[in-house]
């Protein structure tokens, strides 16, 4: 794994009506890692990613993202809010869902066109959701929307990935499919940063994690920090799960 | 039909194509009630507007109910913001504040101006076409159709401009903040152009009725097709239609005109509630008695195969049996039969092998919500279906 920073995060504070939810936080994400965070609810982890994204307005800190502000980076990073952020019953369909990946590099004004189509056919193929890609979004099951997000990801074609919650309200199978696309994304040499609610299944996924609760209480390798102490730190109770290293 | 009929029917079209467009978007961001706030709030805009031209179709007017417009929607957030109240009670609060701000400037002024707040609220299309336009004494056709024809054309403009950022915006605005593609921008444009449209259009059907143009014609079409771009179309039909027969519903009833505008639109939309292909009442009645149905057949596959002897599986017992009405049973060994999922032999019912597989499928399906196999049956099968 190379030393490179694909994020750098310095002393990031950020309030919702002055009540701090991200205290002071420093974080360096290596390039080419698959990243967890983890923490428990209200710990700052959706907050955490809206703010590298510029979504929110920190009251403190910097980002950078490969040394530079997230302003100048736009098209190196893709996004994948959580499925309830958005109304199903929009009237669109799969595909046209997925061609809206397309719209930042597109930039203002500009239309899509046959190549943003094409990419973003080869992206709904890649999820296995080209046979649906005529189908109205609030007529698909939550696993096949969380396949039609991941997919407007793929398509942004970025080198570093944030997705909040993708495995919510999915099935096995779709668990599976999406994480082993997350996992080709990494061999790739990407990086995939994922808010992620099942601790069972950190070591088997991530190769990296971060602890959250406000403040950071830890970052690191799985196999190094993913560890009692660590979980008990962040959940505040005597945490125990059972590592299968 | 007089010159002046042509005039109101084309001014009534116009307003309600440019009623129909933001409307559209407004009902998809859940903003309808931000509509009845502006149309309200614009007032004290239209009377300093007013007090300053002494003209009622004056751009300045358009300008001061535009800037009051979108003054509403800032104070709405920032009421909102602060945590202690919901929207619907910040908007609750803002716009009878800024309304009757414009009333009580109207009162004190009443007898040097001519301008009543039945004129504003209601607004007459039949005096529309009286106030013409004149450009170094030439005739140029009513006033408020080139004032309300800018709007639409800068509101056509805009639309096709920023179409994409409008949709990727309403339908995600954290994707569309990230991508840069500002949604606050999309929204206070927005913002700005209902409150250009309800002015623009109050002249014409006052500022209560343009409200039905925004909302109605918008939901009536949301009812109907899962395609933006055609949900929009449809709304401007709808919007025009209903202009047009409320035209002519006044002409015969002698009545007002924005009126039975709004009365044919509210019919328009209770007879596409009612018949919608997909999401009307009579459609979700139909789907939910056919889903009872298959529910039905699902038990009853389920009891076929937990049973092995012959008089549990007799056709005359079912109804004893499962404990159904014998229309019930009929309707359901009608469906079993039609998809090849039983045969009846001398009155006794058994499973077909497509019947057993789609028994343990279905279940499996239901219980686990896994099976992507049933993906096929689903166009069959409303039960699996969303």
Known sequence: ?245 | MSSAQIEIQLIASVVAIACAIPGTFLVLRKMALITDAISHSILPGIVIGFFITHDLSSPLLIIMAAASGVLTVVLVEFIQKTGLVKEDTAIGLVFPALFSIGIILIAQNANDVHLDVDAVLLGELAFAPFDRFMISGINMGPKSLWIIGTILLITLGLLFAFFKELKVSTFDAGLASAMGLSPVVMHYGLMTVSSITTVGAFDAVGAILVIALMIAPAATAYLLTNDLKKMLLLAVIFGVGSAISGYWMAHILDTSISGSMTTVLGIIFLFVYLFAPNKGLFSVLYRQRQQRIEVSLLTFLLHLGNHKEEEERHVKHLNEHINWQKVQSKSVLDLALKNNMIIIHNDIVSLTKKGKKFTTEAIDYIVTNKNSEIENMKDRFFLFRG
């Open chain 1, 1 to 245: 794994m190379s030393e490179k920073i694909a994020v750098r995060i310095d002393d990031l504070t950020v309030a919702y009506n002055y009540k701090p939810v991200l205290w002071d936080i420093d974080l360096a994400i290596p390039e080419g890692v698959l990243m967890a965070i983890v923490g428990p609810n209200g710990a700052g982890k959706s907050t955490l990613i809206k703010s590298i994204l510029d979504i929110i307005k920190p009251i403190a800190g910097s980002i950078q993202i490969y040394g530079k502000p997230y302003k100048k980076q736009r098209s190196l990073v893709a996004y994948v809010p959580q499925k309830g952020s958005v109304d199903w019953d929009f009237p669109t369909t799969a595909l046209d869902v997925v061609m809206m990946g397309t719209y930042g590099s597109l930039g203002w004004i500009k239309r899509p066109g046959q190549k943003q189509k094409k990419a973003s056919l080869e992206a709904l193929e890649k999820v296995g959701m080209l046979a649906f890609k005529n189908r109205q979004i609030s007529q698909l099951s939550g696993g096949q929307q969380q396949r039609i997000f991941l997919a407007r990801a793929l398509v942004q074609n970025a080198s570093i990935y944030f997705m909040d919650e993708p495995f919510q309200g999915v099935d096995a199978t779709t668990e599976k499919a999406i994480i082993n696309i997350l996992k080709e994304l990494r061999k790739a040499g990407k990086t995939v940063i994922v808010v992620h609610h099942d601790l069972q299944t950190v070591p088997e996924y991530f190769d990296w994690v971060t602890f959250l609760n406000v403040k950071k209480i830890a970052t690191g390798p799985v196999k190094d920090i993913f560890n009692d102490d660590n979980l008990t730190k962040t959940y505040g109770i005597n945490y125990k799960v059972s590592v299968q290293q």
